[in-house]
């Protein structure tokens, strides 16, 4: 892993002028969303008060501004990026709205991500699917959210995936 620096762009807190080149190709994590490809950053936000976060999960905006872990419930667009901080009740900043990292993916960056629900085939490549209900994976068996585009196929229970934000807005949907 190597972290370069980029030139500052706007009003962004000097903690997200990062650019992260991550080859995963080599290192993958089973349990959770993982870069594969492309180009991401880190940024950080205030997370929501007196919530539990698990690291590598889909953050989402809460719809006040505060970051809180995505499921598969409906109306979890648009997803922010991917924590990359555990966040417990014993953690002594639960009950505060402090600020935490997550990978913020451009449009070309393809994940590593776990099928959670269902079976994955090679016939799904190029079509939506789901969040899983803990937000760490995929479920193929729903697309109800269409949050996520499949893009390559590694075995059963591996997809490389693409973050759609904006898929409410998709063509047809």
Same mark, same amino acid.
């Given at each position: 892993m190597s972290v370069t620096a980029r030139k500052a762009v706007g009003s962004l807190p000097k903690e997200s002028l990062l650019t992260l080149k991550i080859n995963n190709h080599?290192?993958?994590?089973?349990n959770s969303f993982t870069i594969w490809s492309g180009d991401t950053y880190v940024d950080w936000a205030p997370k929501l008060v007196s919530?539990?976060?698990t690291a590598n999960a889909m953050l989402r905006w809460n719809g006040s501004g505060y970051l809180t872990q995505a499921t598969d419930a409906a109306g979890q667009n648009p997803f922010a990026?991917?924590?990359?901080?555990?966040?417990?009740?014993? @953690? +002594? @900043?639960? /009950? +505060?709205?402090?600020?935490?990292?997550?990978?913020?993916? %451009?449009s070309d960056t393809i994940f590593l /991500?776990?099928?959670?629900?269902?079976?994955?085939? %090679?016939?799904?490549v190029g079509t939506y699917c789901d969040l899983a209900s803990t937000g760490v994976g995929i479920k193929v068996t729903t697309t109800a959210q269409v949050g996520i585009l499949i893009v390559g196929f590694i075995s059963a229970t591996q997809a490389l995936v693409k973050i759609n934000s904006a898929a409410q807005w998709k063509p047809g949907a």
């Open positions: 080599k290192t993958r994590f089973m919530t539990a976060l990026g991917i924590g990359l901080r555990t966040v417990a009740s014993t @953690d +002594s @900043d639960y /009950a +505060s709205a402090t600020k935490i990292p997550f990978v913020v993916p %451009a /991500a776990p099928v959670v629900t269902g079976t994955l085939t %090679a016939a799904m």
